[in-house]
């Protein structure tokens, strides 16, 4: 992906990079297990650590906020938060497990977070774009000693900004996530695929030749790709 896997038809890879996909899941849907799904694994189970019954809220809902809230909803949560800004985002949100949703441009995000959650904010919180503003957010979203999970990312140099009071006082716990274990947690997710707890097909929403992949970036930049697409090769 970083240097001569993008886009290619082949590459090597690590040996404990793989997993066998199984003939009943959906050959092309299925890539986004490598990225999206396993993104949003890395960040639920290994960073946040989430149990059931823990309230969580996703800001920003494109391929990895899409998969948070189906992972939350497989492992318990109970209030599902999904926040963006469009609206054609948070209605698919409902149909991967979000309980609330909210549009970002029309309501005080971290104020409705907390009417939802009684005033008290999400044992977790996951900031899935990758901006300053979303960074923010997220770290006044979450409880007394809640955790504030990061993903997304930005370009190089970017800042983010936290409340250094609430920070300390509120004992909140900022933490960084880049993906998930290939060897322990890919086989996981296929298994998970393969039940159905994990809903590949919809979270796919469009499919690319590999002649329109300059579109599929362009579309990507612009934000205008639901959920997540998928370059044919």
Known sequence: MYCMGGLAEYCVVPAHALSVLPDSLPYTESAILGCAVFTAY????????????????????????SSCLQLARAFGASDIIAVDVQDEKLHKARAFGATHTINATQEDAVGKIREITRGMGVDIAVEALGKSQTFFQCTQSVKDGGKAVMVGLTQSGAVG??????????KIKVIGSYGGRPRQDLPKLVRLAETGVLNLPDAVSRKYKFEEAGQAFHDLSQGSIVGRAVVEI
């Open 42 to 65: 890395g960040a639920i189970v290994h960073a946040a650590e989430m149990r059931p019954g823990d309230s969580v809220a996703v800001i920003g809902i494109g391929g990895v906020g």
């Open 161 to 170: 900004v936290v409340d250094i009071n609430h920070l300390v006082r509120r």
